[in-house]
Structure formats: structure tokens, C-alpha cells
């Protein structure tokens, strides 16, 4: 969004050289009030992800100076008498400066975008394995639940005849703990792959 951004601001400034009439100028004035607010929304988004500061104040810097140049021959076209700031403003833009902010502003954008690219595919597979994890669990937690109501804990843990005759909630107290305990580590496996989705999305 910021690069088509600063991309309107420059056909803009054409339009405005070219003809000076200033109707030309309003993709560079919308840009111009736009670009704070969607360099405040990529600062929120890219807040503590390694790497990224540096690009985004890299991309900050070219975007300024990048702006300054349209400002200039903007100004030097507007200010010249009628007809003669073409030749000056044309020169600036021929100089290649701007081209050159422009090239290194798709550089940047197209780096932190790989790197967001990567971080992501990065979460994704944290998120399958931790629940690949809560799946096994899971199986073996029910594995160990379906043996004990079947045959309950109590006989199995004592020789004694009369243990087949104990309590129902003595011999299989065990098994509901157990189904509680795979219940809470499934609960908390997925609570943790949902922080990972949220990380992801953000």
C-alpha cells in the first residue's frame, strides 16, 4: 500500500510538470496526507520482529527523500514564470535521482514483505507440530482411558480377590483423573496453536 502510495504521488508530479495545471496534483496531495498514517500502521505490525526496524527505517528515509524531490520541482514548476520551470523541474526528475529512491523503495517493501513471507511459514509449521503433539496425546491419553474403564485400575494394582469388589469411584477415580488430565493438555495445546494462528495473522 505504501508503494502504490508513493507511486501516485509521483505520477502527480508529472502530470503537474508537464502541464501545471493543478488538478494534476491531487494524487500527490492525498499521498502526501496518507503516507504517515500507513507508515504508523507497518511500524504497529512490524514492532518487534527481528530484522525489521532496520528496513522500515531505511524505507522511511528513502520515502522522505523520495518526497522532497517531488516537493522540489513541484515548487520550482510552480514558482518559475509562466512556462520556463519546465526545463528546471524536468532536470531534477532526468537526473535520476528519484529513480533511484523508487528502485531502492521496491527493494525494501519487497524484503520486509519476504521476510513476513518466511516469519509466517515459520509459525505455520509451529502450529502443525504443536498439533501433531496434541494429537498424540490425545490417542494415548485415550488409549489409557479406555483400559482403565475397561478394566479398572484397582484390581490390576492389587492381588487381593476382594479389590474386583471395591467402590465403583475407588477402582475408576483413576480413569476420570486421567480423562480430566488429557482434557486439560489438549486444552492447553490448543490454546497455545491458537496464539500461534494470532501471531500468524497479526
Known sequence: LLL????????????????????????????????????????????GRPGQSARLERLNALTADKLTELRETIDIRRGAPSGRGVTPALSIVLSGRGEQDMEQIRTVCAEIRQAEISTQAQIAREGETVAGTALLATIAGSVVVLFLFTFGLEPFASPE???????????????????????????RSEEHTSELQSHHDL
Open 161 to 187: 480377590p476382594q479389590a474386583w469388589r471395591r467402590p465403583w469411584l475407588l477402582r475408576y477415580g483413576a480413569a476420570i483423573l486421567a480423562v480430566i488430565a488429557v482434557a486439560l493438555l489438549r486444552g
Open 4 to 47: 502504490q502510495t508513493v507511486t501516485d504521488a509521483e505520477t502527480g508530479q508529472r502530470g503537474f510538470l508537464l502541464t501545471g495545471d493543478d488538478r494534476y496534483l491531487a494524487p500527490y496531495t492525498r499521498a502526501t496526507q496518507a503516507i504517515p498514517a500507513e507508515f504508523a500502521a507497518i511500524s504497529g505490525l512490524l514492532d
